[in-house]
């Protein structure tokens, strides 16, 4: 039992250090034309800081590898139970990784979605706010997708070449 928690708590963090690079490219980008004026500040008075967005996105992002790596875990270990890592397709996996990467995904918008809908009843936020929100989450978890299925091919890559004991 403890070698299973053990591999899931790995998985789950290389997901999570995997995303949360990709999460503070992100970040970069978006403090970049923030930099710039091409994207208006956000009402937070401190949002002009960059280190803010980028540390922000990429603890988002390693927050959703996380959750992704769990989940992607979980079902390899349920649906490929009895195959050695020789034995797994790797298009099989991608498939796997892509669906757990699209569930942590959509598990992270939910809550952003639910703290958003929790502020507009307490009136702190409009509605355009929440379509607002809604709008730029729509993306997320076909990135989160895309980029498990990408670890999750590159894990299964990483562990064919380590010699079994």
């Not at 790995?10 to 690079?21: K, Q, R």
């Not at 988002?60 to 397709?89: C, N, P, Q, S, Y």
């Amino acid at each position: 039992m403890l070698r299973r928690v053990r591999a899931l708590a790995t998985v789950a963090i290389l997901w999570s250090l995997a995303f949360g690079v990709i999460g503070g490219l992100i970040g970069g980008g978006i403090a970049l034309l923030v930099a710039q004026g091409v994207l208006p500040p956000a009402r937070n008075p401190h949002a002009h800081l960059a280190l803010l967005l980028v540390v922000s996105r990429a603890a988002r992002w390693a927050a959703i590898g996380a959750l992704g790596g769990m989940t992607f875990a979980a079902m390899l270990r349920f649906a490929e139970r009895h195959k050695v890592i020789a034995d797994l397709d790797a298009a099989r996996v991608a498939r796997w990784g892509f669906l757990a990467g699209v569930l942590g995904a959509t598990m992270m918008v939910v809550a952003v979605l639910g703290f958003g809908i929790a502020a507009a009843i307490r009136g702190e936020h409009r509605v355009e706010v929440l379509w607002m929100l809604l709008l730029t989450q729509a993306s997320v978890p076909l990135i989160g997708g895309l980029l498990g299925r990408v670890t999750a091919r590159t894990i299964l890559r990483t562990a064919r070449r380590i010699p079994s004991p």
